[in-house]
T-cell receptor, first 117, second 116 residues
Framework: AQKVTQAQTEISVVEKEDVTLDCVYETRDTTYYLFWYKQPPSGELVFLIRRNSFDEQNEISGRYSWNFQKSTSSFNFTITASQVVDSAVYFC??????????????FGTGTRLQVTL | NAGVTQTPKFQVLKTGQSMTLQCAQDMNHEYMSWYRQDPGMGLRLIHY???????DQGEVPNGYNVSRSTTEDFPLRLLSAAPSQTSVYFC???????????????FGEGSWLTVV
């Protein structure tokens, strides 16, 4: 069975600090996909990134970066120079590659990030 | 969240009542899913569908029914509501399987359900 663990329940930082959100996953599949979603206070889910298991290259998008390491089954998310608008709950999620189940996402419990001035 | 419409946005039910949460998408997506979000538990999959006429159970299907008679609609039915079903419900759709290259999973804005 798949499992996603986000051990950090809540993180508080001061604006302009860097912050890393941890995500550890478990799966028996050799092909799988990892995701990060943002849920701002308004409640909608905003897609941030998708990564497949064959691509361990780190990715940077503006102030956001992701570190995927298969050796430790981790897919960590770093926000550089955090801003108040980054305050949200962030979810890590995992999907299997099998066609029959590939529409299913297994979510972590989320990390609530609070950025203050 | 353009393209996935959930109704109602807010609903209060009494224990034992039935209701249907509606989900519609106009993007001709084959893959649709229902999730519930509870405090401290993230989102958990209730039911999903890989095309019209095809549905299957997710992680927490008990107390919920679904059907997929058209590509566009994927309603979630609560036959006899219980307080344990108080939650926020999200519908999602995508053109291809979740991790497919270039694919985007669209989520609705959520439906807040309270069962008293």
């Amino acid at each position: 069975a798949q499992k996603v663990t986000q051990a950090q329940t809540e993180i508080s930082v001061v604006e302009k600090e860097d912050v890393t959100l941890d995500c550890v996953y478990e799966t028996r599949d050799t092909t799988y996909y990892l995701f990060w979603y943002k849920q701002p206070p308004s409640g909608e889910l905003v897609f941030l990134i998708r990564r497949n298991s064959f691509d361990e290259q780190n990715e940077i998008s503006g102030r956001y970066s992701w570190n995927f390491q298969k050796s430790t089954s981790s897919f960590n998310f770093t926000i550089t120079a955090s801003q108040v608008v980054d305050s949200a709950v962030y979810f890590c999620a995992l999907s299997e590659a099998n066609t029959g189940t590939a529409s299913k996402l297994t979510f972590g419990t989320g990390t609530r990030l609070q950025v203050t001035l | 969240n353009a393209g996935v419409t959930q109704t109602p946005k807010f609903q209060v039910l009494k224990t034992g009542q039935s209701m249907t949460l509606q989900c519609a998408q106009d993007m001709n997506h084959e893959y649709m899913s229902w999730y519930r979000q509870d405090p401290g538990m993230g989102l958990r999959l209730i039911h999903y569908s890989v095309g019209a006429g095809i549905t299957d159970q997710g992680e927490v299907p008990n107390g919920y029914n679904v059907s997929r008679s058209t590509t566009e609609d994927f309603p979630l039915r609560l036959l006899s509501a219980a307080p344990s079903q108080t939650s926020v419900y999200f519908c999602a759709s995508s053109l291809r399987p979740a991790g497919h290259s270039g694919n985007t999973i669209y989520f609705g804005e959520g439906s807040w359900l309270t069962v008293v």
